[in-house]
């Protein structure tokens, strides 16, 4: 099946820092990525959908300029959270989906933001 | 947007016995209804998805229901074991635009030994 990875699994950031986190898909190419958050006991939240080579579309409430996203290749899309504090400390999970009429989404073993 | 509806949010059962779990959505263009089984700290994983142009769909002790009509589903564990203790996450989507998943709420299934 198809296979993506996230980078890290773990980070712990100090208040006022920039997070980079990373998404491939390793086995597929990926027309479309999705960035979801996860606060504790709840359910994935979408905060934004990327397509290579164009800009992020976020959902409504999520900051762009605080959450950055880069969809550089077919196999990339990076997440940056800018100036992190604490209530930005959750679980991220990505998700990858290939071209065509394949519904699936294929989702990232996820991210633990910890922000100090 | 759609939303989708998921209960209940936590469900107990013994051994041996089923376990259903419904969802409601209210976008009538939803045509992709996948379920998820999420363990701590990991990543979700698809158990089994219907489309709707089927009504029921069965693998193995698993097994999911759509009704269009209605726009509720439901997913059915037969035989429940201590493994399939988790939460568990129905969503939906449609085969336009993002292709975006709207996630249900989600409900905590203990299956006590």
């Known amino acids: 099946g198809a296979v993506v990875s996230q980078h890290p699994s773990r980070v712990i950031c100090k208040s006022g820092t920039s997070v980079k986190i990373e998404c491939r898909s390793l086995?597929?190419?990926?027309?479309?990525m999705f960035w979801y958050r996860q606060f504790p006991k709840q359910s994935l939240m979408l905060m934004a959908t990327?397509?290579?080579?164009?800009?992020?579309?976020?959902e409504q409430g999520v900051e762009k300029d605080k959450f950055l996203i880069n969809h550089a290749s077919l196999t990339l899309s990076t997440l940056t959270v800018t100036s992190a504090h604490p209530e930005d400390s959750s679980f991220y999970i990505c998700?990858?989906?290939?071209?065509?009429?394949?519904?699936?989404?294929?989702f990232g073993p996820g991210t633990r933001l910890t922000v100090t | 947007g759609e939303n989708v509806e998921q209960h209940p949010s936590t469900l107990s059962v013994q051994e041996g016995d089923s376990a259903v779990i419904k969802c409601t959505y209210s976008?009538?263009?939803?045509?992709?209804f996948p379920w998820y089984k999420q363990e701590l700290g990991k990543r979700p994983q698809l158990i089994i998805d219907?489309?709707?142009?089927?009504g029921e769909k069965k693998d193995q002790r698993i097994a999911v229901t759509l009704n269009k009509t209605a726009k509720h589903f439901s997913l059915h564990i037969t035989e429940t074991q201590p493994e399939d203790s988790a939460v568990y996450f129905c969503?939906?989507?449609?085969?336009?635009?993002?292709?975006?998943?709207?996630f249900g709420s989600g409900t905590r299934l203990q299956v006590q030994p």
């Open positions: 976008d009538s263009a939803s045509n992709y």
């Open positions: 998700s990858a989906r290939g071209a065509g009429a394949d519904y699936e989404q294929y």
């Open positions: 219907i489309r709707s142009n089927v």
């Open positions: 990327s397509n290579e080579g164009s800009k992020a579309t976020y």
């Open positions: 969503a939906a989507s449609k085969d336009t635009g993002r292709r975006a998943l709207t």
């Open positions: 086995d597929f190419q990926a027309t479309t």
